[in-house]
């Protein structure tokens, strides 16, 4: 397995939840949205982010 790049990752990790625990950790984090039918927040505009909504449809919403 490779190893993990979590502080890169950090580095371009736009996440504003601070309490998140799999910030930096990037196969976490798009598990558990993809398994919560929502995109992590790296797939969203600056003001996609700030709205904490994952949807896809808020997706499409900033994407269009």
Same mark, same amino acid.
């Given at each position: 397995? !490779?190893e993990c $790049?979590?502080? $890169?990752?950090?580095?371009?990790?736009?996440?504003t939840y601070?309490? /998140?625990?799999?910030?930096?950790? /990037?196969?976490? +984090?798009?598990?558990? %949205?993809?398994?919560?039918?929502?995109?992590?927040? /790296? +797939? *969203?505009? !600056?003001?996609?982010?700030?709205?904490?909504?994952?949807? *896809?449809? +808020? *997706?499409? !919403? %900033? %994407?269009?």
């Open positions: 397995m !490779k $790049k979590e502080e $890169k990752n950090l580095k371009g990790c736009n996440c601070e309490p /998140c625990p799999r910030k930096g950790v /990037c196969c976490e +984090c798009l598990r558990y %949205h993809l398994r919560m039918n929502e995109l992590p927040a /790296c +797939c *969203f505009t !600056k003001a996609g982010e700030a709205t904490y909504d994952r949807s *896809f449809v +808020c *997706f499409a !919403k %900033h %994407h269009i």
